[in-house]
């Protein structure tokens, strides 16, 4: 397909002549919003003039008709924060994002339909888009540059070419965005494979390429598709994101900078993915499914990306290179005073306070067979699935198929074992004496849905059954645990041990608000409260041992840190530190 008849962007009517667009990937729903204006200081202290950030659906409308757009949802004001900075916005409104977001940006909510199909024209589909749309796009016309705002450019739907073929989907996203008043660049933007380009291209509208390299050989197909420029890359892969297991991802300083010089020399516009990464606060991580192997890949709290500034919004030697390059073509860059925030090492947090999961469950569903976390209109989190089996052999193996993502296996509150996703065959040794009735407890977490290619559908918790030697178990309560409101616990003791699932609370004074990063180096895997804020996730696999806390999220005086711990507490202690610790 060859794209014409496009609008060809007049940067000029932007930038000024012989100026492109220099765009720096920052997401608002990873970083604090006390620290936007920071961020954006140091994007246009760098020496560019555009800010390009993602819209995740799911934290929009977390719930079907229920909206979001305060703390880090307040994208007006992300908005408004980078004119007031000089900035030009892109906005990438998806529906589909992929982002290394949880379910690419999607709503889990829209697994409750069995027969649902993402990024097509199911109508259901298209309904529930449109709904969206009506809401959030409104919030954003006020902004565009025809009405004096910030926004130049809007992408229609992402990197559609690595999912799909169907024009009309696009078409349809295009002409949604048109009766709801977006008169800004349209534009798609895609791998620079043909295969790629050629789903994703749209007829009329401008096309982008994404890569991380290979400029000349980028840019000379996205100019077979699309005969005429200008020629941009929306995503400059300037680092890469971290799976929980993996080595932790760096691309050196002078290579990052020597692609951007290829990319401007030829008067071509970039966006940097990412300028900053941040963090994937909660449970919003995605996760990959690796294609060699089908295995599920989790991608880790921490979003650093080795990006030109670090998960902390530091100063890296990648931002001071490539603002080199940028001045070397564009001139200096606008004198504006940035600088690092402080750090502190807050010491050692005692947890003197011990809570059982056990006595702390969530609402209870009962059904024969186990329900998916879908089924029961939960989004995030754990299940905990109990049942009770009279033994009537002296050892036998339990199995989960359909487990979705990952389960510690309880006998009468004590751990047997944990089971994941990728090792489907894997089995538990089950030794009760003959005869007796006991508690089967399996607490599953979702560990993110899959944001990228076509494993998105996936439900999660227990999506087929549980069996026990040759026995279907049934008769099944399942508790919810999504832990998206405030911890109020029950039960508690003095007694610290090993034994989990437990909740540890622990407090400690801080003297002065300052960053800070959780090290977790005692405990194996769960999941870390501050002062009521959901961190994120910790394992110990790595390849990141800490958690970066911003300072907005801590009290002048007293805090609570709260830990969820689903395996194994060695020490009950955690300790506040000055930087991140990297296993791999």
Known sequence: MVNKNYEKPDFQKYYGKDVPILSGAIHYFRVHPEYWRDRLQKLRACGYNTVETYVPWNLHEPKEGEFNFEGFGDIVNFVKTAQGEGLRVIIRPGPYICAEWELGGLPAWLNQDANMKFRSSYKPYLEKVTNYFNVLIPKLTPFLLSKGGPIIAMQIENEYGSYGYEKEYLIFIKDL????????????????????????IL?????????????????????????????????????????????????????????LEEIVKGKGSVNMYMFHGGTNFGFWNGANVDRTNNHYQPTTTSYDYDALLSEAGDITPKYEACKKVLEKYFGKAPDIKVSNSKKKNYGKVTFEEKYSLWDNLGKTVKAVYPLTMEELQQEYGYVLYRTTYTKSAEEQKLKITGLKDRAVVFIDGKKIGTLYRNAPDETLDVKVPDGKTFRLDILV???????????????????????????????????????????????????VGADCPVFYRGKFNADERCDTFLDTKNFKKGIAFINGFNLGRYWEIGPVRTMYIPAPLLKQGENELIVFETDECRKPQMELVEEHVWLK
């Open 177 to 200: 965005l048109l009766k709801l008043n977006v008169d800004c660049m349209l534009f798609t933007s895609d791998g620079w494979e043909p295969a790629m380009l050629d789903g994703g």
């Open 203 to 259: 007829e009329g509208i401008w096309a982008t390429a994404n890569f991380g390299s290979k400029t000349k050989e980028a840019f000379k197909i996205l100019r077979e598709y699309q005969p005429e420029g200008p020629d941009m890359c929306c995503e400059y892969w300037c680092g890469w994101f971290d799976h929980w297991g993996e080595n932790h991802h760096t691309r050196d300083a002078n290579d990052t900078a020597k692609v």
């Open 445 to 495: 977490e979702c560990m993110g849905r899959v944001n990228y290619g076509h494993d998105l559908a996936h439900r999660s918790g227990i999506t087929g059954t549980v069996l026990l030697g040759y026995h279907n178990l049934t008769n099944w309560e399942m508790y919810t645990l999504p832990f998206d409101v405030p911890l109020k616990l029950n039960g508690a003791t003095g007694e």
